[in-house]
């Protein structure tokens, strides 16, 4: 059972449309969420970590947030060149170790 | 952007075959991890390594051994490559294994 959910799975917006992406999840112990941008090709480049229900971060056209379930990346007035895959990461302690699972990403398309 | 290196990036090789991809790091980070990726599924932990020769199994570690006997390298090897191991292959870093991950650029990995 995913215990990483990303929402939706694809997304197209026009330029300027702004929207949000969604990474719920069922674990316990959240030690930290990580949001990660990957293009085509490359590896999976750092964005952001929240550490606590209420946390918020921002860079450039890009914002995070988190809650006790979920995180949302709120993109204002997207660009073309914000299209990528966006995933997201959960920190949790899981019995005796620190585990950390991926969710499956959400594909970002951004039209002129 | 991190300082890590990942090599070869292309490789073609045929079932039966033993491969090895190598990962080198400048960052002196403790922490060095192997992943997959693959198309409808989450990265996916191979193996990581907690220091020179400290290493331990991930989620889909059949078929996959891996050695750590420099900090700044970490090798990932196939001993008899199989169909079902092509795929994109990922090195990351972390400083104390509880915090964000920094990946390479990637490691794409085709058995025949």
């Known amino acids: 059972e995913d215990q990483v959910t990303q929402s939706p799975e694809a997304l197209r917006l026009q330029e300027g449309e702004s929207s949000s992406l969604n990474c719920s999840y069922t674990?316990?112990?959240?030690?930290?969420l990580f949001w990660y941008r990957q293009d085509p090709g490359k590896g999976p480049e750092f964005l952001f970590t929240?550490?606590?229900a209420g946390e918020e971060k921002e860079k450039e056209r890009l914002k995070a947030t988190l809650t006790k379930k979920e995180s949302f990346l709120h993109i204002t007035a997207p660009k073309p060149e914000d299209s990528a895959t966006y995933l997201c990461?959960?920190?949790?302690?899981?019995?005796?170790?620190?585990?950390?699972?991926f969710g499956k990403g959400t594909l970002l398309t951004v039209n002129p | 952007d991190a300082g890590i290196t990942q090599s070869p990036r292309h490789k073609v090789t045929e079932t039966g075959t033993p491969v090895t991809l190598r990962c080198h790091q400048t960052?002196?980070?403790?922490?060095m991890y192997w992943y997959r990726q693959d198309p409808g599924h989450g990265l996916r932990l191979i193996h990581y390594?907690?220091?020179?020769?400290?290493?331990d199994k991930g989620e889909v570690s059949d078929g996959y051994s891996v050695s750590r006997s420099k900090t700044e390298d970490f090798l990932l090897t196939l001993e008899s490559a199989t169909s079902s191991q092509t795929s994109v292959y990922f090195c990351?870093?972390?400083?104390?294994?509880?915090?964000?991950?920094?990946f390479g650029e990637g490691s794409r990995l085709t058995v025949l």
């Open positions: 990351a870093i972390s400083a104390s294994g509880r915090e964000e991950l920094f």
């Open positions: 674990v316990s112990g959240l030690r930290g």
């Open positions: 929240l550490y606590s």
């Open positions: 990461a959960v920190f949790y302690s899981g019995g005796s170790n620190y585990k950390l699972t």
């Open positions: 960052e002196n980070h403790r922490y």
């Open positions: 390594s907690y220091g020179v020769k400290d290493t």
